[in-house]
């Protein structure tokens, strides 16, 4: 069984930075093709980063320069790096795990999540 416990959430002012993890058992996060999304109320989760398999990242063009996702595998972790943040990055943060097959920067792309963690970004 597959769970993914993620952390590292909380309040910061705009232009703060936070590290989020993502604990992963069940599953080789060294080897695996992982993501993070996130979602405000009443709108979608959206796709923030993913990094495949061989380590390599892809990013969501509101984030590109600001964050940094990665894969520790001796501690099964997967991080996110927030950087700059702005009120805008304010929302749930949510980590995916095992490519479904479908697009990768839709939900349908993973077979197993987090329950998220908590980012709140103030002016």
């Known amino acids: 069984q597959v769970q993914l416990v993620e952390s590292g959430g909380g309040s910061v002012q705009a232009g703060g930075s936070l590290n989020l993890s993502c604990v992963a058992s069940?599953?080789?996060?060294?080897?695996?093709?992982m993501a993070w999304f996130r979602q405000v109320p009443n709108k979608e989760r959206e796709w923030v980063a993913h990094?495949?398999?061989?380590?390599?990242?892809d990013y969501a063009d509101f984030v590109k320069g600001r964050f940094i996702i990665s894969k520790d595998g001796e501690t099964n972790t997967l991080t996110l790096e927030m950087n700059s943040l702005t009120v805008e990055d304010s929302g749930m943060y949510y980590c995916?795990?095992?490519?479904?097959?479908?697009?990768?920067?839709?939900?349908?792309?993973?077979?197993?999540w987090g329950q998220g963690t908590q980012v709140t970004v103030t002016s």
């Open positions: 995916a795990a095992a490519w479904t097959g479908s697009s990768r920067r839709t939900t349908r792309g993973y077979h197993h």
């Open positions: 069940g599953y080789a996060v060294s080897t695996g093709y």
């Open positions: 990094v495949e398999t061989r380590g390599v990242p």
